[in-house]
C-alpha cells in the first residue's frame, strides 16, 4: 500500500482509457498518461491525430465516450472547464482566444480575478480593500508581463499585438490563473526560428519559477526536441509510440506516420 501512494503521488495527472467518438469516429481511443510533477511532455502527430481533442478532454470541453481523468488523484473526467480551471488547469488554444476589446493588461487582470475576487459592494463603492485589490492585481499583472517583454504594451489592445505577442499574450493569461499544469497548444504557431526560441526558453523558465507541469502540443519539431524530456507520439487518436526524443527519432512507427513529407524535418 505504501508504494501505492508513493506512485500517486509522484503523479500530478492519471489519464486511464480515455476515449471520444463522434457519431461512431474515434478522434481519442484509449488514451493513457500518468505525469510527473515537473514535467514538461509534448504529444505530437499529424493533422488530425487527436491531440487537441485530447486537450479538449483534459480541460472539460469535452466529455469523454468512457475513460478517467485524475488531477492529484481527484476524478474531475466529467466536471466543466471552469471548475477545471479552479482546480489548477490552465491552457491556451490553437486559435487565439484574447479578449480583443480590453488591454494587454486587462486581459491578464482578468484571469487574475478568478483567484482573487472581491464583494460587489466593495467594487461599486470604491472602498480601500477594492483600491488595494486592483493594486495587486495590477502588480502581479505587470511582472507576468515583464516575463514575456510585453510590459511595455500594457495599455495596447490585444488585437493590436503581433501575431506572435498576440501569442506570448494567451500563455501570460493562462499563467494568471495560476495553474498547476499548464496545457499548451502550439505556442510557437507563426513565430520565426527566433521567436521560436525565445519561447522555448521562456517555458523552461516559467515551469521552473512557478514550479509547473507542462504539456505542449506543437508541430514545431526542434523546439520540441529541445525542450520536452517525453514525447507521445498520436495517429489516428491512438498512442503509437512514447518515450524520449532519441527513442521517437527512431521509432519505425513514428517515421512510418509521418511518411508523405520531410520526416528529417519534421522528427
Same mark, same amino acid.
Given at each position: 500500500?505504501?508504494?501505492?501512494?508513493?506512485?500517486?503521488?509522484?503523479?500530478?495527472?492519471?489519464?486511464?482509457?480515455?476515449?471520444?467518438?463522434?457519431?461512431?469516429?474515434?478522434?481519442?481511443?484509449?488514451?493513457?498518461?500518468?505525469?510527473?510533477?515537473?514535467?514538461?511532455?509534448?504529444? !505530437?502527430?499529424?493533422?488530425?491525430?487527436?491531440?487537441?481533442?485530447? *486537450?479538449?478532454?483534459?480541460?472539460?470541453? =469535452?466529455?469523454?465516450?468512457?475513460? !478517467?481523468?485524475?488531477?492529484?488523484?481527484?476524478?474531475?473526467?466529467?466536471?466543466?472547464?471552469?471548475?477545471?480551471?479552479?482546480?489548477?488547469?490552465?491552457?491556451?488554444?490553437?486559435?487565439?482566444? #484574447?479578449?480583443?476589446?480590453?488591454?494587454?493588461?486587462?486581459?491578464?487582470? +482578468?484571469?487574475?480575478?478568478?483567484?482573487?475576487?472581491?464583494?460587489?459592494?466593495?467594487t461599486l463603492l470604491t472602498l480601500p480593500s *477594492?483600491?488595494?485589490?486592483?493594486?495587486? =492585481?495590477?502588480?502581479?499583472?505587470?511582472?507576468?508581463? +515583464?516575463? *514575456?517583454?510585453?510590459?511595455?504594451?500594457?495599455?495596447?489592445?490585444?488585437?493590436?499585438?503581433?501575431?506572435?505577442?498576440?501569442?506570448?499574450?494567451? @500563455?501570460?493569461?493562462?499563467?494568471?490563473?495560476?495553474?498547476?499544469?499548464? #496545457?499548451?497548444?502550439?505556442?510557437?504557431?507563426?513565430?520565426?526560428?527566433?521567436?521560436?526560441?525565445?519561447?522555448?526558453?521562456?517555458?523552461?523558465?516559467?515551469?521552473? =519559477?512557478?514550479?509547473?507541469? @507542462?504539456?505542449?502540443?506543437?508541430?514545431?519539431?526542434?523546439?520540441?526536441?529541445?525542450?520536452?524530456?517525453?514525447?507521445?507520439? #498520436?495517429?489516428?487518436?491512438?498512442?503509437?509510440?512514447?518515450?524520449?526524443?532519441?527513442?521517437?527519432?527512431?521509432?519505425?512507427k513514428v517515421i512510418e506516420a509521418y511518411l508523405?513529407v520531410d520526416t528529417d524535418a519534421q522528427i
Amino acid at each position: 500500500m505504501s508504494d501505492q501512494r508513493v506512485e500517486k503521488n509522484n503523479h500530478l495527472l492519471e489519464v486511464e482509457n480515455l476515449s471520444k467518438a463522434f457519431k461512431g469516429l474515434k478522434a481519442v481511443d484509449n488514451y493513457h498518461l500518468k505525469l510527473r510533477r515537473g514535467e514538461i511532455l509534448a504529444i !505530437i502527430g499529424p493533422n488530425g491525430a487527436g491531440k487537441t481533442t485530447v *486537450f479538449n478532454l483534459l480541460t472539460g470541453y =469535452l466529455r469523454p465516450t468512457h475513460g !478517467i481523468i485524475r488531477l492529484l488523484g481527484g476524478d474531475i473526467t466529467r466536471m466543466p472547464p471552469d471548475k477545471i480551471s479552479m482546480l489548477g488547469i490552465g491552457r491556451t488554444f490553437q486559435n487565439i482566444r #484574447l479578449f480583443p476589446t480590453m488591454t494587454v493588461l486587462d486581459n491578464v487582470k +482578468a484571469a487574475q480575478q478568478a483567484h482573487d475576487p472581491d464583494h460587489l459592494l466593495t467594487t461599486l463603492l470604491t472602498l480601500p480593500s *477594492f483600491v488595494a485589490r486592483e493594486r495587486r =492585481l495590477t502588480q502581479r499583472s505587470f511582472e507576468q508581463l +515583464a516575463l *514575456f517583454n510585453l510590459d511595455g504594451q500594457a495599455e495596447t489592445y490585444a488585437t493590436a499585438l503581433s501575431y506572435g505577442n498576440q501569442r506570448r499574450l494567451e @500563455i501570460v493569461r493562462a499563467l494568471a490563473l495560476q495553474p498547476k499544469l499548464l #496545457l499548451l497548444d502550439e505556442p510557437t504557431a507563426g513565430m520565426n526560428p527566433i521567436e521560436s526560441m525565445e519561447v522555448l526558453h521562456l517555458i523552461r523558465r516559467i515551469r521552473d =519559477l512557478y514550479n509547473l507541469t @507542462i504539456i505542449i502540443v506543437e508541430h514545431n519539431m526542434p523546439v520540441v526536441m529541445q525542450l520536452c524530456e517525453r514525447l507521445q507520439v #498520436l495517429n489516428y487518436g491512438q498512442i503509437i509510440a512514447e518515450g524520449s526524443p532519441d527513442e521517437i527519432r527512431q521509432n519505425p512507427k513514428v517515421i512510418e506516420a509521418y511518411l508523405g513529407v520531410d520526416t528529417d524535418a519534421q522528427i
